[in-house]
């Protein structure tokens, strides 16, 4: 007999256990699908409908009576907004004592954490940091699905280039590489390996696709774009989610090439399932269908239904326009769109575990909300999150001496406006103010003079005392300004970007004490603050920083935590800039100041306020030219280079290298440059790190203009530094 050699029998066994499991795997699949074949042959039209449907309870996570009765009848597929053991067990026990017993979906705006809430998307997008994100998202989900909700509406995967769009602050900014990494995270975070696990919940991309390039930064407003835009620019995000294996996706609200996402078959079957071979839910945003009738695409409910289920929509979101539909022309071709969607949301419901474990556990959602690590990561992500824009003469850190503090600004307060847009089940009372964490820190030998200043309703107070007065003895001034949470988020488009001047007042005020101050900047957009900017010595820019966002700011005024936060959205100096945007392409007539008949303003300087990729640290740090492996690579290799990292000050700090990529010259106009690769790195004082990248040339490639993907040869230029706007200069070339 012929001896196998020890390797190759290694090697047989492998291959053994490899098809093993490879078989098994494939076996469980056929048992799913035999078992919603199964379900689905015992199903009534009006049943099958029932499960294309979820309805949106009361925002305090309670059912209303009319849904009820739907989940009574075994005609309904689940609900959004219902939440909690109590709430949710009511309902599923109503669907489960109907003859099919399919349990009910329960979902939620879980955005940005659940009960315990982390910095608003757009800020953690500040952190540069993957993991912080995939961390966030893993307690948002562990904590939603104590309260026995399994499905979020997130991570928003748009590229949003225009701040006066309000939902600019649920995405990860302007960048459509560092979108793709965050909603890759995020998805991660919320799904983890197995989504049916107890701490686990299946993620929704949305909003497919092209949101966040509203005309005008106006929610829900049509989208120019060209293919070729779409593709480099707005797909890419939800493609990394989809690689991720987020289970589901919503279309946008608006149009994109007159066809809106709802109703848009070449967006959903052509991309998105023949493409791309997605084979999950797709759910409409909140009454979306019915919007078909607004935008003149249909004449009643029944008709957008029609053009929703022709296009690929799985889900309707609380409206009944499938029903109008398919009760209208019940014909074979419109049956078995019904039956394939109901196939995709059974298959969702039995990988989500529902079948097995269709409740809560009340004790379980008692033990994990607000758990004392979810705090303690919060507080992580919120101090992680803040940007310094200025820091002249070290004003910070404050001086560890100073025990007199005044705090001026009514947002230094505002419990509801530190959660911000979109808080999940958060609720102000658990939230930690910048006033009561300076408190807490200087203890009882510290005095914090914070009176009440009134609130900020729109653009004014509502009272005239603003503090000032009292601030005359104190040590140290710091002054909070910004937007409330009523300000930004969905709805709230903003055709001004500057602080309301009564913000703008008060900081005078505080400037003419004559005594050391820091501007801390509270919102969910860029701000026009050009003024701000000129004028005062340092600018923490903290974002909604979350339940715990009291504390986070104050580690970071402090030093406790030395700010390491870069800017995801360039910041423009007035909206007349807009979009302004670090890779805009160039023209046949760059900028030159000099030279009047180039493309410029001619009243205002044409940089932004602040680049994106911004952000200073209390040390200083130095990037070396990169050293770079090979300078001449095939379409199919990678680029490798290395870096240094040297921190030139005297305490540790965190560095974001950025490494960017202009290709020189192709046969379409390309960027200026492109994010193509970071690092976020700890150098001790003194002390100097090397770091190390590797980019797939694949990556470096572009969309023709009559369609197709393409890795051109020739030279590129890679640019490495601290954000877009500094940087150390390497040449390599693709053959």
Same mark, same amino acid.
């Given at each position: 007999?012929?001896?196998?050699?020890?390797?190759? @029998?290694?090697?047989? !066994? /492998?291959?053994?256990? %490899?098809?093993? #499991?490879?078989? $098994?795997?494939?076996? =469980?699949?056929?048992?799913?699908?035999?078992?919603?074949?199964?379900?689905?042959?015992?199903?009534?039209?009006?049943?099958?409908?029932?499960?294309?449907?979820?309805?949106?309870?009361?925002?305090?996570?309670?059912?209303?009576?009319?849904?009820?009765?739907?989940?009574?009848?075994?005609?309904?597929?689940?609900?959004?907004?219902?939440?909690?053991?109590?709430?949710?067990?009511?309902?599923?026990?109503?669907?489960?004592?109907?003859?099919?017993?399919?349990?009910?979906?329960?979902?939620?705006?879980?955005?940005?954490?659940?009960?315990?809430?982390?910095?608003?998307?757009?800020?953690?997008?500040?952190?540069?940091?993957?993991?912080?994100?995939?961390?966030?998202?893993?307690?948002?989900?562990?904590?939603? @699905?104590?309260?026995? !909700? /399994?499905?979020?509406? %997130?991570?928003? #995967?748009?590229? $949003?280039?225009?701040? =006066?769009?309000?939902?600019?602050?649920?995405?990860?900014?302007?960048?459509?590489?560092?979108?793709?990494?965050?909603?890759?995270?995020?998805?991660?975070?919320?799904?983890?390996?197995?989504?049916?696990?107890?701490?686990?919940?299946?993620?929704?991309?949305?909003?497919?696709?092209?949101?966040?390039?509203?005309?005008?930064?106006?929610?829900?407003?049509?989208?120019?774009?060209?293919?070729?835009?779409?593709?480099?620019?707005?797909?890419?995000?939800?493609?990394?989610?989809?690689?991720?294996?987020?289970?589901?996706?919503?279309?946008?609200?608006?149009?994109?090439?007159?066809?809106?996402?709802?109703?848009?078959?070449?967006?959903?079957?052509?991309?998105?399932?023949?493409?791309?071979?997605?084979?999950?839910?797709?759910?409409?945003?909140?009454?979306?269908?019915?919007?078909?009738?607004?935008?003149?695409?249909?004449?009643?409910?029944?008709?957008?239904?029609?053009?929703?289920?022709?296009?690929?929509?799985?889900?309707?979101?609380?409206?009944?326009?499938?029903?109008?539909?398919?009760?209208?022309?019940?014909?074979?071709?419109?049956?078995?769109?019904?039956?394939?969607?109901?196939?995709?949301?059974?298959?969702?419901?039995?990988?989500?575990?529902?079948?097995?474990?269709?409740?809560?556990?009340?004790?379980?959602?008692?033990?994990?909300?607000?758990?004392?690590?979810?705090?303690k990561l919060a507080r992580e992500a919120a101090a992680k999150?803040?940007?310094?824009?200025?820091?002249?003469?070290?004003?910070?850190?404050?001086?560890?001496?100073?025990?007199?503090?005044?705090?001026?600004?009514?947002?230094?307060?505002?419990?509801?406006?530190?959660?911000?847009?979109?808080?999940?089940?958060?609720?102000?009372?658990?939230?930690?103010?910048?006033?009561?964490?300076?408190?807490?820190?200087?203890?009882?030998?510290?005095?914090?003079?914070?009176?009440?200043?009134?609130?900020?309703?729109?653009?004014?107070?509502?009272?005239?005392?603003?503090?000032?007065?009292?601030?005359?003895?104190?040590?140290?001034?710091?002054?909070?300004?910004?937007?409330?949470?009523?300000?930004?988020?969905?709805?709230?488009?903003?055709?001004?970007?500057?602080?309301?001047?009564?913000?703008?007042?008060?900081?005078?005020?505080?400037?003419?004490?004559?005594?050391?101050?820091?501007?801390?900047?509270?919102?969910?957009?860029?701000?026009?603050?050009?003024?701000l900017k000129e004028t005062n010595p340092a600018i923490l820019?903290?974002?909604?920083?979350?339940?715990?966002?009291?504390?986070?700011?104050?580690?970071?005024?402090?030093?406790?935590?030395?700010?390491?936060?870069?800017?995801?959205?360039?910041?423009?100096?007035?909206?007349?800039?807009?979009?302004?945007?670090?890779?805009?392409?160039?023209?046949?007539?760059?900028?030159?100041?000099?030279?009047?008949?180039?493309?410029?303003?001619?009243?205002?300087?044409?940089?932004?306020?602040?680049?994106?990729?911004?952000?200073?640290?209390?040390?200083?740090?130095?990037?070396?030219?990169?050293?770079?492996?090979?300078?001449?690579?095939?379409?199919?290799?990678?680029?490798?280079?290395?870096?240094?990292?040297?921190?030139?000050?005297?305490?540790?700090?965190?560095?974001?290298?950025?490494?960017?990529?202009?290709?020189?010259?192709?046969?379409?106009?390309?960027?200026?440059?492109?994010?193509?690769?970071?690092?976020?790195?700890?150098?001790?004082?003194?002390?100097?790190?090397?770091?190390?990248?590797?980019?797939?040339?694949?990556?470096?490639?572009?969309?023709?203009?009559?369609?197709?993907?393409?890795?051109?040869?020739?030279?590129?230029?890679?640019?490495?530094?601290?954000?877009?706007?500094?940087?150390?200069?390497?040449?390599?070339?693709?053959?």
């Amino acid at each position: 007999m012929r001896m196998i050699p020890p390797l190759s @029998r290694r090697l047989v !066994v /492998s291959l053994s256990v %490899a098809v093993g #499991a490879t078989l $098994a795997v494939s076996a =469980r699949a056929q048992d799913v699908e035999a078992r919603i074949e199964g379900i689905l042959s015992k199903l009534t039209l009006q049943e099958k409908l029932g499960q294309l449907r979820i309805v949106d309870g009361h925002a305090g996570g309670g059912w209303k009576p009319e849904h009820m009765y739907l989940a009574q009848r075994g005609v309904l597929g689940g609900t959004f907004n219902v939440r909690g053991d109590e709430a949710t067990r009511e309902m599923q026990e109503a669907a489960l004592r109907t003859r099919h017993k399919i349990p009910l979906v329960f979902a939620f705006d879980v955005v940005h954490g659940y009960r315990t809430v982390f910095p608003v998307p757009l800020g953690e997008a500040a952190s540069w940091d993957t993991d912080l994100a995939e961390r966030c998202a893993a307690v948002a989900a562990k904590e939603a @699905r104590s309260a026995n !909700v /399994s499905w979020t509406f %997130a991570p928003v #995967a748009d590229v $949003a280039r225009d701040p =006066r769009w309000g939902r600019i602050v649920e995405g990860s900014g302007e960048d459509t590489y560092l979108s793709s990494v965050f909603t890759a995270a995020r998805v991660r975070g919320f799904q983890g390996k197995d989504v049916s696990a107890p701490d686990r919940m299946m993620a929704c991309l949305k909003h497919f696709a092209g949101s966040g390039a509203a005309e005008g930064g106006r929610d829900y407003n049509v989208a120019d774009l060209s293919e070729r835009t779409l593709r480099e620019t707005h797909f890419p995000p939800f493609q990394a989610g989809l690689a991720a294996g987020a289970g589901s996706i919503m279309p946008s609200f608006h149009s994109i090439d007159g066809v809106p996402g709802t109703g848009n078959p070449w967006l959903l079957k052509d991309v998105l399932r023949k493409e791309w071979g997605f084979k999950g839910v797709v759910v409409t945003d909140y009454d979306a269908i019915f919007e078909l009738v607004h935008h003149r695409m249909a004449d009643y409910g029944g008709e957008a239904g029609q053009l929703a289920l022709d296009a690929g929509v799985t889900v309707e979101m609380r409206g009944s326009c499938f029903f109008e539909a398919v009760q209208e022309a019940p014909t074979p071709a419109n049956l078995k769109l019904v039956d394939d969607a109901v196939r995709d949301v059974l298959r969702m419901k039995i990988k989500l575990g529902l079948f097995e474990k269709p409740f809560g556990n009340a004790a379980l959602e008692r033990s994990t909300l607000l758990h004392p690590d979810h705090l303690k990561l919060a507080r992580e992500a919120a101090a992680k999150s803040c940007v310094l824009l200025k820091n002249d003469n070290n004003t910070l850190p404050i001086a560890k001496t100073v025990r007199k503090i005044a705090i001026v600004g009514p947002l230094a307060d505002d419990r509801t406006s530190l959660i911000g847009s979109w808080p999940g089940d958060g609720r102000p009372e658990d939230a930690v103010t910048l006033v009561d964490a300076v408190r807490e820190r200087l203890g009882k030998d510290g005095t914090v003079i914070h009176e009440a200043a009134g609130s900020v309703q729109g653009f004014s107070f509502k009272r005239p005392s603003d503090g000032v007065e009292a601030a005359k003895d104190a040590e140290f001034v710091i002054v909070v300004v910004g937007e409330t949470a009523e300000m930004s988020g969905e709805a709230q488009s903003r055709s001004s970007l500057e602080l309301p001047a009564q913000q703008l007042d008060l900081i005078g005020k505080v400037r003419a004490l004559g005594k050391p101050y820091a501007v801390v900047v509270m919102a969910g957009r860029p701000l026009t603050l050009g003024w701000l900017k000129e004028t005062n010595p340092a600018i923490l820019y903290t974002w909604f920083a979350g339940t715990m966002g009291g504390p986070g700011i104050t580690d970071v005024l402090f030093g406790d935590v030395n700010p390491s936060g870069k800017l995801p959205v360039t910041f423009p100096r007035s909206v007349g800039q807009i979009p302004l945007t670090y890779n805009s392409t160039p023209t046949g007539r760059p900028f030159d100041p000099g030279n009047k008949w180039t493309s410029k303003y001619f009243d205002i300087e044409n940089s932004p306020l602040w680049p994106f990729g911004f952000g200073l640290s209390y040390t200083n740090f130095s990037i070396s030219s990169p050293l770079i492996k090979s300078s001449n690579i095939s379409a199919d290799g990678k680029l490798e280079f290395t870096v240094t990292v040297r921190n030139t000050g005297k305490v540790d700090g965190d560095e974001v290298v950025q490494a960017y990529v202009q290709d020189d010259v192709a046969s379409v106009a390309r960027p200026s440059k492109e994010l193509k690769a970071f690092r976020r790195v700890s150098v001790p004082a003194g002390k100097t790190v090397t770091v190390d990248f590797s980019i797939p040339a694949n990556a470096l490639g572009f969309w023709k203009p009559r369609g197709g993907y393409v890795v051109e040869p020739g030279s590129f230029t890679l640019m490495v530094g601290s954000s877009s706007e500094a940087y150390q200069v390497g040449r390599f070339s693709i053959r």
